[in-house]
């Protein structure tokens, strides 16, 4: 039985369908021991409890009221947070009398009493769970086999279940067609092309294999019916799409969710759930440009106010037009923000103004204004610098990981130098401790361009989302952004990747 972790709280809102009828669920489940029970439902990726059973007896469970169940698929859980079975809750399923007299697996002899479409549902759960006990006994069968043997039988007896499997689901969906179940279960089935062309080369034309599949991928989906997004197989069938079938680059994956997005209605269950999950995996992506996914869905559907509703806080909302704000400017081929910084052979210029001394924000900006003209002089702005390739760092002394990475670093520069790529490096120490500062560059040689922001001028954090350290950004000729947020061991992999593409 799979083990699940509930959530009890859903991070966005919408209004609950007022219905006349009430739900009213029983369950009796002979030998159950637990004392207290949850229904659930399905939700993307999380399950979500919906009601608590908090007295059991005699393994008789039962959930009501007032308000009608969205449909979905539902589960019974245990105590031990584990799931016993599925149901489906529908407007015809809102009243259901489900029983099973298994001692040791309930859904063996689950039935529903006054539901044929929940035993159908329930019919299709025991075939699964007899195909997972005949693959369970060929593996047992295995033992004394060579590897290889071993191997090549179970990969046959594989696929005949797997077929086995597609052809019981694709009869129960056409049997079923037009009721929910049916449209859920579609999620699971894969459309391929049947009758493969031959290429120009006397293969099989995997072009057209490919293009099939993306174009038949959502046939018999219907994005209008919040109940689809209540099913265990919604959201694996989303993240496989943008995962496995959308073309890796960040102006495809635009184009897709603005088609999806498209399909569901907006302000329904469904619309805030896709784009909630399309903000948040975009935001925290870790693959390099695709930041500019989660700014496209900022613009498109955020600052039109097509989320408002969306998050129980509109605070949320801001914050995520503001995060938007800050990583705009940071894309991939933008030309980055300029820095005006001090290098660090003018410190003591600076610590003569009496910025060392300030503790408040009122006397740095006292201060600066008061010798602005000579701290203009002073600056060392980035794009004032002349290469074909500019490695921009924000580091700290202090930070373990910098502690690795610059001497890495510096070895790394000097061995382009050698190799008479025509580059320099922009090294910006975030913090203020100029003495700790300026002791590591003479112990480490840091012999290029060392600057910091001794008169407090740059926002970091804002203006190049710098949060932790190191931060590396690699810029061409123009300033503009080529690679960004990468390790060094990276640097002349894209450096020769960059070369070779002029």
Partial sequence: MKKIILSLVIFFCFNSIKAQNAYDIKINLKHCKDTIAYLTFYQFDKNMIVDTCKTIKNGKIVFNGK?????????????????????????ANQNLDISSESVTNYKELLKC???????????????????????ESYLASTKGLSKKDSTDFISNKQKLINKNIESYEKDFIAKNKGTFISDALNLKIEKYLIDVPKASNGRPDSLAVYNYYKNHYWDGVNLKDDGLARTPFFHGRLTRYFES??????DSV??????????????????????ANFANKYETSKVMGFDKVFVHIVDQYFKTGKANDIYND??????????????????????APDLPMIPVESHDKIAKMGFEKAKTSEEMTKIFYANAPEIEKTFLKLHSVKAKYTILVFWDVDCSHCQVEIPKLIELYHQLLKDNIDVKVFCVYTQQEFDKYKKYVDEKKLDWINVYDGVHYNNLK???????????????????????RIDVDQIKTILTALNSSK
Avoid at 72 to 81: A, D, E, N, P
Avoid at 245 to 250: A, F, G, L, S
Avoid at 468 to 484: E, H, N, Q, R
Wanted: charged letters at 25%; zero cysteines; proline letters at 2%.
């Fill in 67 to 91: 308000t009608k169940l969205l449909k979905g698929i539902y589960s019974l859980v245990g105590q031990g947070k584990t799931i016993y079975f599925d149901f489906i809750v529908d407007d």
């Fill in 113 to 135: 009493n006054n539901s044929k479409i929940q035993n159908d549902f329930f019919d299709y759960i025991k075939y699964f769970e007899v195909q997972r006990g005949e693959f």
């Fill in 245 to 250: 079938v959308v073309m890796r680059n960040p």
């Fill in 254 to 275: 635009t184009v897709e969710i603005d088609r999806i997005m498209n399909q569901a209605v907006e302000g329904s269950i469904m619309y805030k759930l896709l784009l």
């Fill in 314 to 335: 509109n605070n949320i909302v801001n914050n995520i037009i503001n995060r938007a704000n800050i990583l705009r400017p940071l894309l991939l081929e933008e030309i």
């Fill in 462 to 484: 804002d203006k190049y989302d710098i949060y932790s350290t190191p931060v590396i950004y690699i810029l061409d000729k123009d300033k503009k952004i080529k690679a960004k």
